[in-house]
């Protein structure tokens, strides 16, 4: 039995993980995707079984490089080579660096010690292969937001929680209450491991399986929620994320394509927000709402 796997790199240079995704799931490749913030690049790895079915993979991929082009997706190959398969789940490790979030939070890889400023709290994060480090531009841009509000509010909460990170800070700077949702099992069972990881409380955070569609939650509960997800699903889901801010709370708003963000922002301005600010980062927009007064 071959104890190896076989993978060739995809740099993007846009930093965007979509649509080259969507053009990568197309292909039916088994993949994984890394921002390199550093240099501002997406990195995706495509894994195959043999030698054969690498170069195989790979000639598909160069030979849709230019139609992707004309669709104004830029994509680099790499060349061939061999991961040994007891390495695949630490390979991505590479990408994952220290990330200051201010001169208060800093996300560092749990198998990393940096340098830590005074006052600053550190959260450490190991997310397996799942989506949340902090190097992303719209986690990046929502752990700003839990850390500024952090001091001035009691509850948060996580909605499309993928590794937990988000909760994991609010919890870490003080939020008394907590609460994080997502769709996928697994995306909760690694949560909950980086609530242990950080040495918090098992009360601390509430975890549950749920979408932005059927998500309860607790009706003007929440001093601040995080919806960081895509911006066709914030559009859709608007009614109930809508329902889970106080009339005084915030509601940031990320995971959105800066092209698409104005048709966010629109559709959560006719339920009565009011865009406080957004920042882009690459391709990618977020940005902090609150109810309209009056």
Known sequence: MDEKLYC????????EFEPATELLDALELQYSSFFDRENMTVIHTVYAESPSEAQTLLDSVVAMLPLWREMEVELIPGTIFELE????????????????????LLVTPAWMEPEVKPEQTVLKIDTGMSFGTGQHPTTFYCL????????????????????GILAVAAALRGVEY??????????????RQNQQLNALAPDSIKWACGDAGNYPGIPEKYDLVCANILGHLLITFRFN??????PEGKLV?????????????????ELGF?????????????????????
């Open 178 to 191: 907590v609460e994080g949702f997502d769709f996928d099992p697994d995306a909760v069972e690694m949560s």
């Open 85 to 104: 398969k007891n390495e695949w789940a630490n390979a991505w490790k590479k990408y994952f660096r220290p990330v200051e979030i201010s001169p208060t």
């Open 274 to 294: 009011a865009e406080l600010e957004r920042e882009t980062i690459g391709e990618w927009t977020g940005g902090l709402f609150a109810w309209k007064k009056g």
């Open 8 to 15: 060739f790199r995809l740099e993007d240079p846009s930093g």
């Open 253 to 269: 708003l990320a995971g959105i394509l800066k092209s698409d963000f104005d048709k966010v922002s629109g559709s959560f301005a």
């Open 144 to 163: 700003k937001k839990i850390d500024q509000f952090a001091p001035e509010i009691s509850s948060m909460l996580d909605a499309g929680c993928g590794s």
């Open 241 to 246: 994320i809508a329902s889970w801010v106080k």
